[in-house]
């Protein structure tokens, strides 16, 4: 199944329709290697050492292995962005500003097909969910570090879609609650040994009140059609 990126998308997409007030895009210094920073903060976008691909991984709030195509240099090219919104903008209005940049500067032209990947389906743990029940008129907004989400009035569609990162795969959500929720998530990096947090599924379970289940699932891919190098400032 072939669809056009953005009549898919529009529902995913909370903050469609704003760009950046400026941006800066150039290649990365070779000598970082693949050492990688981001960084959100009152409307200022700073990524450092990113190839194309992290970039549509950000962009779009996706796991790598929904991201096909595409010439071999954007798993290997690094860049450097600076990019600033003309109001304090939160990581998802950021984030969502992303996607006219990378079209604009990097030519990127991307369709979405319907496969089934190796994924994990979301589902409500036993006792239900656990985590607040927000305003329905409240905007979503997040704070996310590698091993933190601290998030408020979110679909359980958006947590599904902004967990996929850090697993590495899609997540579909298959709770069927439309409702929106606050929750502070936090949890043990993979390779800690001494941490008194607990794992990722163990937080999600007692937290949130949500668990994991590893299975095939129907997910959107993306398939790079176009893109090019961008010109720098």
Known sequence: MKAPLIALFAA?????????????????????????????????????????????????????PQILGGPKWIDDYRFDIVARADYPASDL?????????????????????????????LTVAK???????????????SNTTAT???????????????????LGKPVADLTGDKRTFDFDLKWAPDDSKD??????????????GLKLEARKVPVN???VDQAALPTEN
């Open 12 to 64: 995913q997409i909370v903050f469609a329709g704003s760009t950046f007030e400026a941006a800066s895009i150039k290649r990365s210094s070779p000598d970082l290697g693949k050492f990688d920073r981001e960084n959100y903060q009152n409307g200022l976008l700073r990524m450092s050492n990113v190839t194309l691909k992290m970039l549509i991984r950000f962009a779009y709030t996706i796991s790598e």
């Open 93 to 121: 209005e950021l984030l969502a500003m992303l996607q006219p940049l990378l079209a604009e500067r990097f030519h990127l032209v991307m369709h979405t097909e319907t496969q089934t990947l190796a994924g994990y389906a």
């Open 195 to 208: 941490s008194d947090l607990p794992s990722l599924s163990t937080a999600l379970q007692e937290i949130v």
């Open 148 to 166: 933190s989400m601290n998030v408020t009035g979110f679909p359980l569609s958006l947590f599904a879609i902004r967990l996929s990162p850090y």
């Open 221 to 223: 891919v993306f398939v």
């Open 127 to 141: 006792g239900g969910i656990r985590a607040s029940v927000s305003d329905p008129a409240r905007r979503p907004s």
